[in-house]
């Protein structure tokens, strides 16, 4: 994730797993923020974690579902800030686990 020049983070890049998931090709998720790759409550929530991890420059770790092909998937999702040399926060890295089966079978 990086920040835009408009303020928004939004994506820099996103795997062929979570690109399989949410069937988009990678041209249609970079640069584009949480709000407009998902839809509802959840989309808030992506971005207004996105945005707090990106203002305190801290890792995060949150658990969230998001509506992909009508089901919801259930993932938990780590981002870890990465700064330049000057100690600038430049972008954060997010990996995403899919946690949806072990949630079921409890």
Not at 65 to 78: F, S
């Amino acid at each position: 994730m990086v920040k835009a020049n408009d303020g928004r983070v939004v994506y820099a890049f996103m795997n062929a797993c979570g690109l399989s998931h949410m069937d988009r090709p990678l041209n249609e998720v970079v640069g584009r923020s949480a709000d407009e790759l998902f839809t509802g409550r959840a989309a808030e929530s992506v971005r207004d974690r996105q945005a707090q991890a990106w203002k305190a420059g801290q890792s995060t770790v949150y658990e969230i579902a998001i509506p992909i092909k009508d089901n919801p998937l259930w993932v938990r999702t780590r981002l870890e800030p990465v700064c330049d040399e000057a100690g600038n926060l430049a972008y954060m890295v997010g990996i995403s686990q899919d946690i949806s089966q072990s949630l079921t079978e409890k």
